[in-house]
């Protein structure tokens, strides 16, 4: 069991072992432990600004002279609100010009453990108890909070609810009735009991609703006021986030300093008198002080008395400590007497919005001492506890908790991966990765002091998220659509087109191969002239070469940045940016817009100028920068925008030619409902087979080769082959097996310490080819991948593959005929797979001959340049048919 988001404060708990029949086993163990405030953030508090605004009217304006409150609550216990509710109640009776009245509401059943202080001053009291019978509280698996928040959704009219949800909206509105034409308040329960409450009120039409700030972390509401003690409460990211308020007050509460003060005379005492004044609850952080008076008896050079005044929930816990508990004073003048007595008083708490127990004790002249916070030090080691080495996990929400082993200190975990970047503060217990896709990420976390400077080594954790059993998508659906023309329109479109390719960034990847094949193809066509234009939005780097000059393409390079200053003043990232050029792109008010944005579109226009009347393609980027990009291809009048789904989960887009390489990619729900396309179609890439082809004899190796060809990214599911890997090494000693992988990408150091030869990435095709026929088998473990070109190009070369047979691949992939599908998504299956063919040389030699069909069949790359030409074809005489019409109109 794991506690999760623990405020600051002292935690007791009981456990108790109980048979099937709830009936006790054994002793109650109890668990006590602190969350502590760093010295760090204890600092930033101390240096907050006090407030600077003062409630004053003058005298000329005309208010009503009568007004009512009600104040609601749920609790009886005392505590430094109701204290404050009292005495601002005992004060505001008696105005001089004002008539106040009063009606105090208690949301719990009725109780008479003890006189109600509010009835002493004639306040009206009702009580409101909600309640929903024991059927529907296991049927719905409610609490207390849980029905909040159905009753606040009921009162925003969203959704449908049971019928107990309409009877308790009914009892709360019959209930604060009264209410009507009244200001209400309630204090800060951190529940959705308060968001309940204010729209309950509205519905009653008080007059405005006012919010307590007696704690942080309240729930999301709407309120007219929100009132604090301190700077510290009112202006709280927790507060500020979630409370929309009309009008944020400071309101320092005062005490009566002709009542609280100091004694006449010091009373003599035979001990110091060491004393607390507060609720007993885990907020208060009394574990700290317990434990210090443990600390200070056992020195026996002094006498110390510990008293102290309050009550609450954890008080039987703190009975065997050496402190007195005398419980709630509630009479103000026996209050002051005890205070009195006092030589000095502690206070532990941490979080406190104000305390105002501390100012009463300070009024009297008592020596107060405050608990600062934990001071640590600067040394750490970090540990991965949960998900553990070679968890499987079919959820995209992944919890990870670690532990810091030796000395600690305030500072940071900063993890980085392929996909994910990002800071937390280093006493977090645990931190959510929220919507991890399938594949295999490896993420490095490394302990950093305040200053950003690392303390003892990075640990590494492997997450593999699988796709479960409802996930895999192995529906065989081919396209229904053949791009052709009919040859009397092909020959009255332009014979010259211009394409212009956008790359978001440099590596080689399955898109750009396609890319440069298309391009030597095209440069090829028999009757029309084809020129091409690369963009690579990123700098240039020598560490970084491109992959197009090489071919004697045209390359500019197209950062779309910001300054430093820029990003830091509007909290850009590199997304946010785009999405914000996107919204600009499409306003019909740029002047109010921030200067930047005018600046960046601007540099957009005229970096892409060159591609009026082309054809600009790019790639699915899965970020805003793809939508701007739609956006500049209208802008400066390209003749076609074409959107290529090289992976799915697009941004929202307006295209005209939506370009999948499978059906599965176009018919994606994250596809449809994200892209407008004029023209959806899937063209499968194909590959040359008089290059891609099997070799003159078959490979004679030592030990049975088995490759991987593509980019060593988290989406290729690499770890999983990896430890199938080592299974395989460690079951089939009696063979001898080697692997290889061709590709690149930023996860490849974490694969060094796997028996792998890892090549790099092969350019040169014929070289690639050639590697391809030294391989008896091949695998790919990809589980959402739009085709993957790499498997055709194996395929080709007469290479059985052994894949999971999900996603794209089902539109080529045939179990026991062109490859050997894997049921279970897993390494052990995979290994038992990869085990089968490599000892089975005739399976192996018919799965290939299998796969070399369905490439000659279906597959050719010329196949696939004439549904590209064609798709060109149609979007330059499109947009020369346009252009006519406006230039005869």
Known sequence: MRFVGADLGSYWASAQLLDPSGQPIGDVSTLHYERVLSHEQATAQRTLPRPRRVLLALPSVVRPRERKLCFVTGGTSMDGQMRLWLDLIAALQQHPTTKYSFHMFRVQAPTAVRLDPYLALGIPITYVHLTVDSNNVAKYNLTNNKTMAQLAAYAKGLGRHPAYVARLFGQYTAALSPC???????????????????????????????????GLRPMPHAVDAVIGPSQFAVYHESVAQAVAATHRHVIVPGVNTTLFVPAAKPKPNDCLVVGYLGRIAPEKSLGLLARATELLTAKHDLCLVFRWVGEGPDAVFYQHYPVELLGGIY??????????????AVHPGLRETFGIANIEVMALAVLWLHVTGASLNETARLRFLWPPPRYLLEDPKVPITFALD???TNGYIRFSSAKLDGMIDIHTPEVAIMDIEPGTHWITAEALTTTLRPIGPPAVLQIERILSRSELYRDAVQAKTTVLALPAVAAARPATRRLCFVASATPMDGQKRIWLRLMASLRRHPTTAYSFHIFILEHKSPSRPNVFSPEGLPVTYAPMTVTE???????????????????????NDKAHLPTYLHELWATYLTTFAPCKGAVLVFANSRDYGDTVLAHVGRAIGAAGVVLELSSVFPMPNTVDVLLSPSQYALSHPSVVTAVDATLPLVVPPGVDPTLFAPAASAPYNDCIVVGYLGRIAPEKSLGLLARAIELLVAIDQGRCLAFRWVGDGADTAHYKQYPITLLGTILDEATLVHELQSWDLAVHMGLRETYGIANVEVMAVGIPLVCFGVAGLTEYVRHDENAWVVDEVSPDALAN?????????????????????????????????????????????????????????
């Open 406 to 408: 030796g000395p600690k």
């Open 833 to 889: 797979a990869i085990h089968k063919l490599a000892n089975d040389p005739s399976l192996r030699q018919r799965l290939g001959h299998g796969a070399r069909q369905t490439i000659e069949k279906r597959f050719t790359w010329a196949q696939t340049v004439a549904a590209y030409d064609e798709v060109y074809g149609r979007l330059v005489a499109k947009a020369a048919r346009k252009m006519t019409t406006n230039t005869s109109s």
């Open 331 to 344: 009479n103000e003048t026996a209050l002051v007497h005890e205070l009195q007595s006092w030589d000095l």
């Open 180 to 214: 009507r034409g009244a200001i209400l308040v309630y204090a800060n329960s951190q529940d959705h009991g308060d968001s309940a409450l204010s729209l309950v009120a509205r519905h009653v039409q008080v007059q405005a609703v006012v919010l307590e700030l007696s």
């Open 565 to 587: 200053e820029t990003a830091r003043q509007y909290n850009l990232t590199s997304n946010v940016t785009m999405g914000q050029l996107a919204k600009f792109a499409t306003s």
